[in-house]
Nanobody, 121 residues
Framework: QVQLVESGGGLVQPGGSLRLSCAASGSIGDINLMGWYRQAPGKQRELVARIVSGGGTNYADSVKGRFTISRDNAKNTVYLEMNSLKPEDTAVYYC???????????????WGQGAQVTVSS
């Protein structure tokens, strides 16, 4: 019953901004790592950014200085603020999280459904 639901994708012009959200729901014990991946047509899925429960982050070199990942642990939600967007940022963005179900002692990995981000003039 645990799932990740993404929102906030859309069309934006180069240089513009967009914010993605991903909320986990269900019988959640706790969430460790949360992150964002993206996959462009014909390309391999790549890690964009990730954040640990304590707030530490890392980013792909291609988005450093432009994207910011954050999380609201009380809402079980991770965000990706994307600024200075470029056409090469166009992709389907997937959120990902390591989540421990309330009734289990270990973490499973979950994926969101994907959100299309298109950067074009």
């Amino acid at each position: 019953q645990v799932q990740l639901v993404e929102s906030g994708g859309g069309l934006v012009q180069p240089g513009g901004s967009l914010r993605l959200s991903c909320a986990a729901s269900g019988s959640i014990g706790d969430i460790n790592l949360m992150g964002w991946y993206r996959q462009a047509p014909g390309k391999q899925r790549e890690l964009v950014a990730r954040i640990v429960s304590g707030g530490g982050t890392n980013y792909a070199d291609s988005v450093k200085g432009r994207f910011t990942i954050s999380r609201d642990n009380a809402k079980n939600t991770v965000y990706l603020e994307m600024n200075s967007l470029k056409p090469e940022d166009t992709a389907v963005y997937y959120c990902n999280a390591d989540i421990r179900r309330r009734d289990l002692s270990y973490y499973d990995n979950y994926w969101g459904q994907g959100a299309q981000v298109t950067v074009s003039s």
